[in-house]
Structures are given as C-alpha cells and as structure tokens.
C-alpha cells in the first residue's frame, strides 16, 4: 500500500472520470497538500493518476505518455508496452508506484508486478484510501445519476475524512462528460 495519495476513476456510460487527492507526505509529515497527481495526455483523451513515491511514479508517468503517443491513444497497447518494460527493465522494476490509466472506452490499473487489470463495477482505486474512495464511488454510483466527475471528487473527500494520508485537495479530469 502506498502512503500519500489515493485516486479514483469512475465510468458511468460513455463518461469516465478520475480523481486524485493533493497530499504529499514524508514519513509523518506532511509536505505539500495540492500536488496534481492526475494528468490528461495525448491530446487530452487519455487520463492517468498514479500512487507512490513521487519520483518513480513521475518517471512511469512520461514512459506512458511516451507509450500513448507511440501507439497513437491505443490505451492497451501502451499499458501492456509499459507493464512490459516496467516488469523487465533493471532500473524500472524497482520502481515503487501504481497506475491508473483511462480513456472513453476502457480503464486499466497497472503495476510493476506485470499486472494489467480491469476492473469491475466500473470502478477503479489506488493508493492509501483506496479502500474508502472506491465504496464511496460505488455506493454514489449505485444509489444516484450523479455524473462521474461528481461522484469521482466526492469519494476522495470521503476518503480524506477516513484516511490520515489522503487530503481534500481535489484534481479531477473528466472525458464524456
């Protein structure tokens, strides 16, 4: 688990959203609160969040964007070019960070483990109070027609109020919406 950060992505229909919190922490103290830590790339459709140690997950950030670009928007293409050479790369595998990558069709959770995961419910979570924000996106998805965006910043704000090292600084980019 990493310390620090959560973010969500929440697809309803044809709209994805994610979210992240802004909290940057060391140790036990608290370092930054409105770190952005959710990123549009490739000409603003595809969306990405990433938990873990700032450097690293920064480092997987531009190899991704590199990959989107490489694959022009192909999302699967690139998450499995990456979790390939994140998995087998001496320097990159023992990078310390997790991935939460969308575009209007599909969203994807990646890992230095070789994980390429999509996840159900229509809901995805990483980070410190991923737990928190992803029952909080489902009970809101289940229970409302609010749109992902909403309920995306919601669930983190939930998450902060649980979670010591999630705050609600909120960055949230949205597609479809």
């Known amino acids: 688990m990493f310390k620090g950060t959560t973010i969500v992505c929440v697809r309803r229909n044809d709209m994805v959203a994610m979210a992240g919190d802004g909290q940057v922490t060391l140790g036990n103290q608290i370092i930054k609160a409105g ?20 450097a690293d997950a920064m480092t997987l950030l531009e190899r991704f964007e590199s990959r989107v670009e490489e694959n022009s928007g192909d999302l699967m293409r690139s998450a499995v070019s990456l979790v390939k050479e994140w998995r087998t790369d001496r320097a990159l595998r023992r990078l310390e960070a997790l991935m939460i990558v969308a575009d209007s069709r599909l969203t994807l959770m990646l890992s230095g483990a070789g994980d390429i995961l999509e996840p159900e419910n229509n809901v995805a979570a990483i980070g410190s109070g991923s737990g928190y924000a992803q029952a909080a996106a489902l009970a809101f998805l289940e229970s409302g027609s609010l749109l992902p965006s909403q309920i995306a910043r919601r669930s983190i704000e939930i998450a902060s109020e649980i979670c010591i090292y999630t705050d609600n600084t909120v960055t949230v980019e949205a597609l479809g919406e």
């Open 35 to 54: 770190a952005k830590k959710v990123r549009r790339l490739h000409k603003g459709t595809v969306l990405a969040g990433f938990a873990g140690s700032t």
